[in-house]
Nanobody, 124 residues
Framework: QVQLVESGGGLVQSGGSLRLSCVAS????????MGWYRQAPGKLREPVAR???????HYADSVEGRFTISRDNAKNSVFLQMNSLEPGDTGVYSC??????????????????WGRGTLVTVSS
């Protein structure tokens, strides 16, 4: 079984910074892409940033130049450094891991694993 746990959310003033972390637990052999998504109040969940196992990154236009995604493959972790935060960045931020290969009684692959999310609130 695999679980993702996010941390680092909180309340910050406009222009401030936060760093989100997401750690995958379980006997993990490999993880393909990892990413961050957010859901603002009353809106659909949207992609924010993703990173491949090789370190290639992609960002939503709205966060390009302000957010930086990174990962530590040895620790099965992904991070999101968020700078110059704006009220529009408010939402629940969730991480996702794709093609997660784990060992339990056998070798299994989970196509998608989601964390429960961490709340980011940016005040004006």
């Amino acid at each position: 079984q695999v679980q993702l746990v996010e941390s680092g959310g909180g309340l910050v003033q406009s222009g401030g910074s936060l760093r989100l972390s997401c750690v995958a637990s379980g006997t993990i052999i490999s993880i393909d892409d990892m990413g961050w998504y957010r859901q603002a109040p009353g809106k659909l969940r949207e992609p924010v940033a993703r990173i491949t196992s090789g370190g290639n990154t992609h960002y939503a236009d709205s966060v390009e130049g302000r957010f930086t995604i990174s990962r530590d493959n040895a620790k099965n972790s992904v991070f999101l450094q968020m700078n110059s935060l704006e009220p529009g960045d408010t939402g629940v931020y969730s991480c996702k891991a794709e093609d997660v290969v784990v060992v339990t009684s056998t070798v299994s692959k989970y196509l998608e694993v989601w964390g429960r999310g961490t709340l980011v609130t940016v005040s004006s």
